[in-house]
């Protein structure tokens, strides 16, 4: 008895896959969206690292410029406090004496003392 063969040409391929549509995204696609996102989100760090930047080389300049205003305010109350302490002396004492053995100007240095002390 002769032997079966193949028929010509060779049989037909079995299915074993299912015929359906992908379920969900594909990973590349995912991948991208995310990274999509994450572009996005550091542009905005970027652009919110500069701005913070610009800000406080703008305040350190405003700051910078208001120097001699404030240095001129704080001169003005020296020269009251020190005229309005040379009068109270001069009411006090009857003349005004030198507290230091030159003419030059030592800025005073005050501090604040507590009006009642007991002991």
């Known amino acids: 008895m002769p ?15 299912r015929n359906l549509p ?27 690292l500069r701005e913070r930047n ?4 703008e305040k350190m ?11 001129a305010e704080e001169d003005r109350d020296l020269v009251r406090r020190h005229l309005a302490d040379q009068a109270r002396e001069k009411e006090l004492l009857g003349e005004n004496f030198k507290v230091y053995n030159s003419d030059r100007y030592v800025r ?6 507590p009006g009642q002390i007991t002991k």
């Open 3 to 17: 032997q079966d063969m193949p028929p010509v040409g060779g049989y037909e391929a079995v299915q074993y896959k």
């Open 22 to 48: 992908a379920r969900g995204f594909r990973p590349a696609t995912l991948l991208a969206g995310a990274g999509l996102i994450m572009a996005y989100g550091w542009y905005h760090v970027i652009v919110g």
């Open 54 to 57: 610009e800000l406080a080389r």
């Open 61 to 71: 300049w405003g700051r910078i410029h208001l120097i001699p205003a404030l240095q």
């Open 108 to 113: 005073p240095t005050f501090a604040v003392t």
